[in-house]
């Protein structure tokens, strides 16, 4: 099974900072990585597909880039709205799709 | 817009059964795969199981497969989450989710229901 694994675990940033988060596959998934944003009590939303492609509605500061084993969420200029758990998934092996662990983004 | 509302979480004991189910609206309900993926209390995500847009295919996480089975009604816009042989380790919020994506299957779950929590306990 590919295993993801993210980080850091926890991150604590300012409204306005610019946050990247690193999500790295245990072998090579191309381009077929999405990432979640979710807030305490609610189901996740779902923000990026195929590593780089922003879903219709997601604000532009967020922002997707990498392939093959390495990748990384930016948040150009964090927000109030922003501060959640964000996750990435594999999606390379349809038969098996994990998760990353999550992480925190905290207000510092 | 997409509407996915999943039911029939509750409180089970160890060894027994239990069947989610989720009804979607808004959009062409059989054009779709459908996913199960579960959260347990302060954990990530799992993914649990998908079956495919005609229901020709399924799959299962290890830890869940030949207990639970994943399927689905297209003539009612219903997705259901057969569960068996239930454990402690069982116990989540448990979200449907549909899959999109292309012809060969790899899918990201772009909208998710709110969904429903089981308690496995005695």
């Known amino acids: 099974d590919i295993q993801m694994t993210q980080s850091p675990s926890t991150l604590s940033a300012s409204v306005g900072d610019r946050v990247t988060i690193t999500c790295r596959a245990s072998q090579s998934i191309n381009k077929w990585l999405a990432w979640y944003q979710q807030k305490p009590g609610k189901a996740p939303k779902f923000l990026i597909y195929?590593?780089?492609t922003l879903e219709g509605g997601v604000p532009s500061r967020f922002s997707g880039s990498g392939s093959g084993t390495e990748f990384t969420l930016t948040i150009s200029s964090l927000q109030p709205d922003d501060f959640a758990t964000y996750y990435c998934q594999q999606y390379n092996s349809y038969s098996q799709y994990t998760f990353g662990q999550g992480t925190k983004l905290e207000i510092k | 817009q997409v509407q996915l509302v999943e039911s029939g979480g509750g409180v089970v004991q160890p060894g027994r059964s239990l069947r989610l189910s989720c009804v979607a609206s808004?959009?062409?309900?059989?054009?779709?795969?459908m996913l199960w993926v579960r959260q347990a209390p302060g954990k990530g995500l799992q993914w649990v199981a998908v079956i495919w847009y005609d229901g020709s295919k399924e799959y299962y996480a290890d830890s869940v497969k030949d207990r639970f089975t994943i399927s689905r009604d297209n003539s009612k816009n219903t997705l259901s989450l057969q569960m068996s042989s239930l454990t402690a380790e069982d116990t989540a919020v448990y979200y449907c989710a549909r899959c999109r994506g292309d012809s060969t299957g790899r899918c990201y779950f772009d909208n998710w229901g709110q969904g429903t929590l089981v308690t496995v306990s005695s």
């Open positions: 808004g959009y062409t309900f059989s054009s779709y795969g």
């Open positions: 195929d590593a780089a």
